[in-house]
Each structure stands twice: as C-alpha cells, then as structure tokens.
C-alpha cells in the first residue's frame, strides 16, 4: 500500500509536509546524550574520547532534518580531533564547545524538521566546507538548469598558517 509518512535510516520523511522530521524518539536520545556531556563538562570532568565521538556521530546522523547541527559541533568535534589524546583517553571540552552543545540541546526542544526540496523560486544553493589541512570545497545546485557544479582547491603556505575560522570565511 502506497504510503505518504515513512520513517527511513532514522529519518521520517513527510512528502504530504515535504519535510524530513526526527523521530521523537531519537531526539529523545540526542537530547539526552548532549545534556549528559554538557553536565560532565559543568563539573569539570573529563570525558572519555571515544564516547565523546560517538555522541557526536549520533547527533550528526540528525544532520538532514537539522542543518545547522554542524554550527553547534564543531568545536567539539575539533577536541575530538586532537592528536594528544589516544581513543583510550579522555578530553576536556573548552567553555565555548560545552556552551554550544547547550544550546544544540536547547534547540533540539522544538521539533526540528527541513524541507524536502529547497522552496520554489529560491534560487541555487550553495553549499561549502573547508579543512585546515586540505583545502576546501564547494558545491551549488537548484538552478533553473538544475545542474550541479563543484569547485575544490588547496591552501597555498601561507593560509596554511591561518585558523580554520579564517579558513572558513576565505
């Protein structure tokens, strides 16, 4: 039987809303995972590496529906990143990432949900990333023609030297 709301690979996609939701379940659970390393992080502990990656990889995997989790993670995820500290370890996040894991946790409250299809008439989108080892990439479509168009590069030596904030905003 043909069906208009159906949950796929975590996601619900709604095509009589056209959106992408959360199941209530699963923001449940990344509500509760962000709220249980932002308390870790009020008292000063530190959290083990690979647990703090995995509640990272959950909250990501809400990245469709939710597209500015990326906005909110980053600065932990940079922690994750750090070479010092083995998967065996732990970290400690900074005051800013535990600030914006807070308000990720805050944000998840409402029931996040994304369009489908970009709204018509909207124009291309653009979408971009940068490394601050690699280089950086970007990607555009929903044009009138609707074709995809790429561009990618590397930093030359000096930007190297810049901070991925800097990086970000080239």
Do not use: M
């Not at 199941?23 to 449940?28: D, F, H, V």
């Not at 906005?71 to 990432?97: D, E, F, K, M, N």
């Not at 946790?105 to 971009?128: F, K, M, N, Y």
Request: charged share 20%; hydrophobic share 40%.
């Amino acid at each position: 039987e043909p069906t208009q709301r159906a949950e796929w690979l975590g996601i619900i996609i709604d095509l009589r809303k056209q959106c992408f939701e959360v199941p209530p379940a699963k923001l449940r659970h990344a509500r509760s995972l962000l709220g249980a390393v932002v308390s870790k992080t009020r008292s000063a502990r530190s959290i083990p590496k690979r647990h703090l990656a995995s509640v990272l990889g959950y909250v990501e995997s809400l990245r469709v529906p939710c597209p500015y989790i990326s906005l909110y993670v980053r600065r932990a995820q940079i922690a994750v990143a750090t070479r010092a500290v083995p998967w065996s370890g732990a970290v400690r996040l900074s005051q800013p990432a535990a600030q914006d894991l807070s308000v990720l946790c805050d944000r998840l409250q409402q029931h996040p949900a994304a369009p489908i299809w970009p709204p018509a008439g909207s124009g291309p989108v653009l979408e971009t990333d940068a490394s601050s080892t690699v280089g950086w990439g970007a990607v555009t479509w929903g044009s009138a023609s609707e074709t995809t168009r790429e561009a990618r590069g590397a930093w030359n030596l000096e930007e190297l030297l810049w901070s991925i904030n800097a990086l970000e905003v080239r």
